[in-house]
């Protein structure tokens, strides 16, 4: 051990999710030093597992205007600036008969006055856009909602952060922070995967932990109550509406209809956990039985879909009230300890949402920047990310395989310049997602990539209708080509990544994911001989975990 | 909705399609069944960006339901893609396929004129005018027109046909009204034998099968209709069974009207029959005609969509029937013709890869006949083995004793 590895910087950022990616990018675009640490993959907290909604802020414009307001907003600049990680779909919020249609004008107006396009539809007319939505419907207004993949989202702003010269870490924890007084100058971090332990000494630390900031806080003995309010979704094997459908009325458990990328995700429902669970969520039977049976009054088809997975997430609130997590805000929670606390050097932001982001680090840098002198403007409202630089909608498509147009959907331009265009690098490795040899080459040397789960949130690898059962063995085989893995630790590699499937999908083992899950377990147990792999030496925080991802 | 649309995502993916798909096997640029079929809906639902132009190397064979263990209708779930979403360009390869798959008009303007149109298509200036300009492959002969059609022939016998006690509705197809009435003329014989009159539809068109192939969705579906409403007619008239003796109208009139052109035949589908699996059950049901022993010994080829309508053993068990008849049932494999596919020059060589192993078999076999249910197989196995290739109906005809 003896040596350890002391770095410096301005700014030091802890939790890698769509808020600590978009300070990280933030803080880089403005000329501040940066370093962004997670415990585990980028986006692998809540930022990944929710719907991936882009909001229009429909959804509150009734109950809360404020983060209405911020969510119309963020909409418009992510469109802009972020146009390949986005859907431009449209939504739709739908009355049943067994809802009050009244509330629609209440709703219309709401939208209305934060400054959300609404347009009224008849049921034919919003039939015709939707064919699969419920068709007793009532009445529908159409909003601009859409879909936002968080992966994309935040690999983007670690693409754009490190081109401007930040540095990212992760796989790797604090274990204490580093204090002068009542100052904070860094953190004692460990590398969970190596097990090296090193030090990182900052003029300012960023808390963008999520619900696990208020573990971060602790680290700097302040206390911060935390509101964690679990929420489950299920995958639909394939796209079911291509529009979201939502319910117009107040926000329920299980309304959300929304078509990412090649699925349907069905969510959410809330329900208030321990704190202390928030590493061990589990989705229910009765959960995944009130998403099937809610979701299918917004399409029938539903009911006859297989599902592919379960997922949940927790929602990182900030009980500032005591109501029962869907009633109070979803405010963003800006705590400057040194004014709150007496503590310089750390900064807390809390709350929020994906959508708001962008808005939260530009809240946050704007406070840090201005300890450290820097006033520069931020500009991540103008400058796109790479990948959404160049529209590649506009080339020549027709010859073009399909594995490079998934590409070139998923990373923008970058799969047109950066991509093994040879027949080696065009050749399949997921054929449910059509992610190429060249796309994983691209993902695991560029992306921060350090195992089959961490290249699943780059490029869809295994989240298509087989769960990995062609695909894990293909990958696996090129970490050893691009990643300078052995063949023992790319077996490893495999087992981690067969296993993290397995559990999204034992909530819904019925069916034909039961067949399929069957089917693989026989490929790499009775075929490979998958279990005589020994497991020793596995990171060993993955091992406990009982976390779902979508 | 049709089966085809939803059945998609019962893959699990084991890819025993592709393994089976003789296209696959022969044709590395083809990405194979479960590409095309389910894995392609799934993404074409998201983007039809998606749609691949590899859909049109599909043969249609439908070895890929057959294979599958999680009942998908891979080949109908292409089939239908292609239908929608396959771009004609105005080209000559177009006029081709148009050519092709008219089997109707082509067959009503030249049997009046058969020995003329066959001398000319059978010269090798034409043949290889085609190939250079339409694209029709100059190692293919194309099939033989017949003087007059066979729906004529029957209207002279049909007062004889009414005398019987019983009657069955004869679908002939656009083979045996065109190209061989003799298949028509020996089934009316044998069924006679059997003290069974035969009927024809009011009316009847192409059961559509070219038509689905070259991707004329919309006509296919006129035929189909059409057609639907003749049986319909005969059914509820006379209270038939509709019976066809090529394996692939019949298959087409049951499985593909419902399933890739989503034309309602729900009235009529239990009453059609291809024609061994109706004759199998009259024999053992005691009313075999006398047979003669025909001492010959014939190689049994299997047609993709008798394979995929699971009545392979029907035929077989017939031929089995005839006294002396030595049967070799060979393995059941594609001949590679698929219909027009194999005419056409960029599929040529494709189409002889696939079906190289069998006509090397049939070829080191010293057998008398090769016995087929398929026209397009018939045409294949002659071209490329020169053996005199049957149905076996013709077979049956020829152990008549009266």
Same mark, same amino acid.
């Given at each position: 051990?003896?040596?350890?590895?002391?770095?410096?910087?301005?700014?030091?950022?802890?939790?890698?999710?769509?808020?600590?990616?978009?300070?990280?990018?933030?803080?880089?675009?403005?000329?501040?030093?940066?370093?962004?640490?997670?415990?585990?993959?980028?986006?692998?907290?809540?930022?990944?597992?929710?719907?991936?909604?882009?909001?229009?802020?429909?959804?509150?414009?009734?109950?809360?205007?404020?983060?209405?307001?911020?969510?119309?907003?963020?909409?418009?600049?992510?469109?802009?600036?972020?146009?390949?990680?986005?859907?431009?779909?449209?939504?739709l919020f739908i009355t049943l008969p067994e809802d009050d249609l009244s509330f629609q004008s209440t709703f219309i107006h709401a939208c209305t006055s934060v400054g959300i396009d609404t347009q009224k539809l008849t049921p034919e007319e919003a039939l015709k856009l939707e064919p699969n939505v419920n068709p007793s419907l009532l009445g529908a207004v159409k909003v601009p909602d859409g879909t936002l993949d968080p992966f994309r989202l935040?690999?983007?702003?670690?693409?754009?952060?490190?081109?401007?010269?930040?540095?990212?870490?992760?796989?790797?924890?604090?274990?204490?922070?580093?204090?002068?007084?009542?100052?904070?100058i860094g953190a004692s971090c460990l590398n969970v995967r190596t097990n090296e332990k090193f030090e990182i000494f900052a003029n300012e630390v960023i808390n963008a932990a999520g619900i696990w900031g208020k573990n971060i806080c602790q680290y700097a003995e302040l206390d911060v109550q935390m509101f964690p309010a679990k929420g489950s979704l299920l995958v639909l094997e394939h796209r079911i509406n291509d529009l979201v459908i939502n319910?117009?009325?107040?926000?329920?458990?299980?309304?959300?209809?929304?078509?990412?990328?090649?699925?349907?995700?069905?969510?959410?429902?809330?329900?208030?956990?321990?704190?202390?669970?928030?590493?061990?969520?589990?989705?229910?039977?009765?959960?995944?039985?009130?998403?099937?049976?809610?979701?299918?009054?917004?399409?029938?088809?539903?009911?006859?879909?297989?599902?592919?997975?379960?997922?949940?997430?927790?929602?990182?609130?900030?009980?500032?009230?005591?109501?029962?997590?869907?009633?109070?805000?979803? #405010?963003? $929670?800006?705590?400057?300890?040194?004014?709150?606390?007496?503590? =310089?050097? /750390? !900064? *807390?932001?809390?709350?929020?949402?994906?959508?708001?982001?962008?808005?939260?680090?530009?809240?946050?840098?704007?406070?840090?920047?201005?300890?450290?002198?820097?006033?520069?403007?931020?500009?991540?409202?103008?400058?796109?990310?790479? #990948?959404? $630089?160049?529209?590649?909608?506009?080339?020549?498509?027709?010859? =073009?395989? /399909? !594995? *490079?147009?998934?590409?070139?959907?998923?990373?923008?331009?970058?799969?047109?310049?950066?991509?093994?265009?040879?027949?080696?690098?065009?050749?399949?490795?997921?054929?449910?997602?059509?992610?190429?040899?060249?796309?994983?080459?691209?993902?695991?040397?560029?992306?921060?990539?350090?195992?089959?789960?961490?290249?699943?949130?780059? !490029?869809?690898?295994?989240?298509?209708?087989?769960?990995?059962?062609?695909?894990?063995?293909?990958?696996?085989?090129?970490?050893?080509?691009?990643?300078?893995?052995?063949?023992?630790?790319?077996?490893?590699?495999?087992?981690?990544?067969?296993?993290?499937?397995?559990?999204?999908?034992?909530?819904?083992?019925?069916?034909?994911?039961?067949?399929?899950?069957?089917?693989?377990?026989?490929?790499?147990?009775?075929?490979?001989?998958?279990?005589?792999?020994?497991?020793?030496?596995?990171?060993?925080?993955?091992?406990?975990?009982?976390?779902?991802?979508? | 909705?049709?089966?085809?649309?939803?059945?998609?995502?019962?893959?699990?993916?084991?890819?025993?399609?592709?393994?089976?798909?003789?296209?696959?096997?022969?044709?590395?640029?083809?990405?194979?069944?479960?590409?095309?079929?389910?894995?392609?809906?799934?993404?074409?639902?998201?983007?039809?960006?998606?749609?691949?132009?590899?859909?049109?190397?599909?043969?249609?064979?439908?070895?890929?339901?057959?294979?599958?263990?999680?009942?998908?209708?891979?080949?109908?779930?292409?089939?239908?893609?292609?239908?929608?979403?396959?771009?004609?360009?105005?080209?000559?390869?177009?006029?081709?396929?148009?050519?092709?798959?008219?089997?109707?008009?082509?067959?009503?303007?030249?049997?009046?004129?058969?020995?003329?149109?066959?001398?000319?298509?059978?010269?090798?200036?034409?043949?290889?005018?085609?190939?250079?300009?339409?694209?029709?492959?100059?190692?293919?002969?194309?099939?033989?027109?017949?003087?007059?059609?066979?729906?004529?022939?029957?209207?002279?016998?049909?007062?004889?046909?009414?005398?019987?006690?019983?009657?069955?509705?004869?679908?002939?197809?656009?083979?045996?009204?065109?190209?061989?009435?003799?298949?028509?003329?020996?089934?009316?014989?044998?069924?006679?034998?059997?003290?069974?009159?035969?009927?024809?539809?009011?009316?009847?068109?192409?059961?559509?099968?070219?038509?689905?192939?070259?991707?004329?969705?919309?006509?296919?579906?006129?035929?189909?209709?059409?057609?639907?409403?003749?049986?319909?007619?005969?059914?509820?008239?006379?209270?038939?069974?509709?019976?066809?003796?090529?394996?692939?109208?019949?298959?087409?009139?049951?499985?593909?009207?419902?399933?890739?052109?989503?034309?309602?035949?729900?009235?009529?589908?239990?009453?059609?029959?291809?024609?061994?699996?109706?004759?199998?059950?009259?024999?053992?049901?005691?009313?075999?005609?006398?047979?003669?022993?025909?001492?010959?010994?014939?190689?049994?080829?299997?047609?993709?969509?008798?394979?995929?309508?699971?009545?392979?053993?029907?035929?077989?068990?017939?031929?089995?029937?005839?006294?002396?008849?030595?049967?070799?049932?060979?393995?059941?494999?594609?001949?590679?013709?698929?219909?027009?596919?194999?005419?056409?020059?960029?599929?040529?060589?494709?189409?002889?890869?696939?079906?190289?192993?069998?006509?090397?078999?049939?070829?080191?076999?010293?057998?008398?006949?090769?016995?087929?249910?398929?026209?397009?197989?018939?045409?294949?196995?002659?071209?490329?083995?020169?053996?005199?290739?049957?149905?076996?109906?013709?077979?049956?005809?020829?152990?008549?004793?009266?």
């Open positions: 051990m003896g040596h350890i590895s002391r770095f410096e910087t301005e700014v030091l950022i802890i939790g890698g999710g769509a808020t600590g990616t978009s300070i990280m990018r933030d803080c880089a675009l403005r000329g501040i030093k940066c370093m962004l640490l997670d415990k585990n993959d980028i986006a692998s907290g809540t930022t990944g597992r929710n719907h991936g909604l882009l909001h229009s802020g429909a959804r509150y414009a009734v109950t809360d205007s404020e983060s209405a307001h911020e969510c119309i907003q963020e909409n418009k600049i992510l469109r802009k600036i972020a146009s390949h990680c986005v859907d431009q779909t449209d939504g935040c690999a983007s702003n670690v693409l754009d952060a490190k081109q401007h010269g930040a540095q990212i870490f992760t796989y790797s924890i604090v274990q204490s922070f580093i204090r002068v007084g009542e100052r904070i319910r117009c009325r107040k926000p329920a458990d299980a309304d959300i209809l929304v078509p990412g990328d090649s699925i349907s995700l069905i969510g959410t429902t809330s329900e208030e956990i321990d704190y202390c669970e928030i590493d061990s969520l589990r989705v229910t039977d009765q959960e995944v039985n009130i998403l099937i049976e809610e979701g299918a009054k917004l399409a029938p088809i539903l009911e006859q879909t297989r599902i592919l997975r379960a997922y949940a997430g927790v929602r990182p609130l900030v009980d500032v009230s005591g109501g029962n997590g869907r009633n109070i805000s979803r #405010g963003i $929670v800006l705590l400057d300890h040194a004014k709150r606390d007496g503590l =310089t050097g /750390l !900064t *807390s932001i809390l709350g929020g949402k994906l959508m708001t982001c962008r808005l939260m680090a530009e809240m946050t840098t704007d406070v840090v920047a201005e300890k450290l002198g820097n006033n520069s403007p931020c500009t991540t409202h103008l400058q796109p990310l790479p #990948g959404s $630089v160049e529209r590649t909608d506009k080339q020549p498509r027709k010859k =073009t395989a /399909l !594995t *490079s147009k998934a590409a070139a959907y998923r990373h923008g331009e970058k799969a047109v310049q950066l991509f093994d265009q040879s027949a080696k690098g065009k050749s399949i490795v997921c054929e449910c997602e059509m992610v190429s040899v060249g796309e994983i080459e691209y993902a695991i040397k560029k992306l921060d990539v350090t195992n089959l789960v961490d290249l699943r949130r780059r !490029t869809r690898l295994g989240m298509g209708s087989c769960q990995g059962e062609l695909c894990t063995y293909r990958a696996s085989g090129l970490f050893c080509e691009y990643g300078q893995c052995s063949g023992h630790d790319s077996s490893k590699l495999l087992i981690h990544f067969l296993e993290e499937r397995w559990k999204g999908i034992k909530p819904v083992l019925f069916d034909d994911a039961l067949r399929e899950a069957e089917f693989t377990y026989w490929i790499y147990e009775g075929l490979f001989g998958a279990a005589d792999v020994t497991l020793l030496g596995t990171a060993q925080n993955d091992e406990k975990k009982e976390y779902y991802e979508i | 909705m049709n089966i085809a649309q939803n059945s998609f995502e019962k893959c699990i993916k084991c890819t025993i399609c592709t393994v089976y798909c003789p296209v696959a096997k022969a044709n590395p640029n083809y990405p194979g069944p479960k590409e095309c079929g389910p894995d392609g809906a799934r993404l074409r639902i998201k983007s039809l960006d998606y749609y691949d132009q590899a859909l049109k190397l599909c043969t249609n064979c439908k070895r890929c339901e057959t294979a599958c263990p999680s009942n998908v209708n891979v080949g109908d779930i292409i089939a239908v893609a292609r239908g929608k979403f396959e771009k004609k360009v105005i080209n000559p390869k177009l006029m081709r396929d148009f050519i092709l798959s008219q089997t109707d008009l082509f067959g009503t303007l030249s049997t009046p004129f058969a020995p003329i149109v066959n001398k000319i298509t059978d010269s090798q200036i034409i043949k290889t005018v085609m190939h250079k300009t339409i694209g029709i492959d100059k190692h293919k002969a194309l099939p033989k027109y017949s003087l007059g059609t066979f729906r004529n022939w029957f209207k002279k016998n049909a007062p004889d046909q009414e005398q019987y006690p019983r009657q069955v509705s004869y679908f002939h197809g656009c083979y045996v009204n065109y190209n061989d009435p003799d298949l028509g003329k020996d089934l009316l014989k044998v069924l006679n034998a059997m003290n069974i009159g035969l009927k024809l539809l009011n009316k009847e068109k192409c059961c559509g099968v070219p038509l689905i192939a070259n991707g004329f969705h919309d006509k296919a579906r006129k035929n189909a209709r059409f057609n639907v409403k003749n049986m319909t007619e005969a059914v509820e008239k006379f209270n038939t069974p509709i019976l066809s003796t090529s394996s692939t109208c019949s298959f087409t009139l049951k499985q593909e009207y419902p399933h890739v052109l989503d034309v309602d035949n729900s009235q009529v589908v239990d009453k059609i029959e291809y024609i061994t699996s109706f004759l199998l059950r009259e024999f053992m049901n005691g009313n075999a005609p006398k047979l003669k022993e025909i001492n010959k010994t014939i190689v049994y080829h299997t047609p993709c969509h008798l394979e995929r309508s699971g009545l392979a053993i029907f035929t077989i068990e017939l031929l089995r029937a005839i006294p002396g008849l030595k049967v070799i049932v060979l393995e059941s494999e594609c001949c590679g013709l698929a219909g027009t596919y194999g005419f056409k020059k960029e599929n040529y060589d494709v189409s002889m890869k696939i079906g190289k192993h069998l006509f090397e078999t049939i070829k080191n076999s010293d057998a008398d006949y090769a016995i087929t249910d398929c026209e397009t197989c018939k045409w294949q196995i002659e071209e490329n083995t020169h053996l005199k290739t049957i149905h076996p109906i013709n077979l049956l005809a020829q152990g008549l004793t009266v």
